[in-house]
């Protein structure tokens, strides 16, 4: 190799160092999310078949709980639960689902998000909530 080929070579070298230097903010941005969450417990009588608390509902199903959360899938206002219909109502935009979280109607494009139900150590539950 002669000294003209090995400029060339580092110059190039150079040129893509600095092409990637400049697009990492960039990359970094889309590739790198940091996922927060936060974690709602519920203990003795809030064990119950519809308990509310800090934007979750907890359902008793079968041989457990499940948690929905109460953000409406259209523009995440908080939905309401209407015990003597058994349907929970957005009172934005008048979405409507049933008891167990499915879109019934209204301009909400899909279900209530469900969320994951560990158990405690102490017999409680914990659901950990995405912000």
């Known amino acids: 190799m002669n000294r003209r080929d090995l400029l060339l070579l580092g110059r ?6 600095a092409a990637l ?3 990492w903010p960039v990359l970094s941005f889309v ?4 996922r927060t969450t936060r974690t709602v417990r519920f203990a003795g009588p809030e064990l119950a078949d519809h308990a509310g608390k ?3 509902c907890l359902l008793r199903s079968g041989d457990g709980y499940e948690a929905l959360s109460l953000a409406c899938t259209h523009l995440c206002c908080a939905v309401v639960y209407d015990e003597r219909a ?5 009172p934005c935009h008048r979405s409507v689902y049933d008891a ?11 279900d ?20």
């Open 12 to 17: 190039r070298t150079l040129g893509w160092l």
């Open 21 to 23: 230097a400049a697009a």
């Open 31 to 34: 590739a790198w999310r940091p």
């Open 54 to 56: 800090e934007g979750v």
């Open 86 to 90: 058994r349907v929970f109502r957005c």
């Open 100 to 110: 167990a979280g499915r879109r019934l109607s209204g301009p909400a494009p899909r």
């Open 112 to 131: 209530l998000d469900r969320l994951p139900v560990q158990q405690d150590e102490d017999g409680g539950l914990s659901v950990e909530v995405p912000l």
